[in-house]
């Protein structure tokens, strides 16, 4: 059975950045999509950013230019690195493979 374990969330001034990681232990993460959701306050989880097994990215429009997904398929680990945060940016993050999601990392942005 898949787990996927997250870190690297944090408290930090908008406009400075912080890196997430997830972790997944057993044999499916290589060949299929991974994702970074978040979770606002009072609001319903989205998707923030994806990467393919081939390394095609894509991302919600609040997140382009600033959020960098990235994934190292030999130690089962995708990366989201989040540089310019905003207040918006707060939330907790999860990492999703296939139905698997982690339990979350806090990041919290204050103005």
């Known amino acids: 059975q898949v787990q996927l374990v997250e870190s690297g969330g944090g408290l930090v001034q908008a406009g400075g950045s912080l890196r997430l990681s997830c972790t997944a232990s057993?044999?499916?993460?290589?060949?299929?999509?991974i994702s970074w959701y978040r979770q606002a306050p009072g609001e319903q989880r989205k998707l923030i950013a994806g990467?393919?097994?081939?390394?095609?990215?894509n991302y919600a429009d609040s997140v382009k230019g600033r959020f960098t997904i990235s994934r190292d398929n030999a130690n089962k680990t995708v990366y989201l690195q989040m540089n310019s945060l905003k207040s918006e940016d707060t939330g907790v993050y999860y990492c999703?493979?296939?139905?698997?999601w982690g339990q979350g990392t806090q990041v919290t942005v204050s103005s």
């Open positions: 057993g044999s499916t993460f290589s060949p299929n999509y």
């Open positions: 999703r493979l296939m139905t698997t």
């Open positions: 990467i393919s097994s081939t390394g095609i990215t």
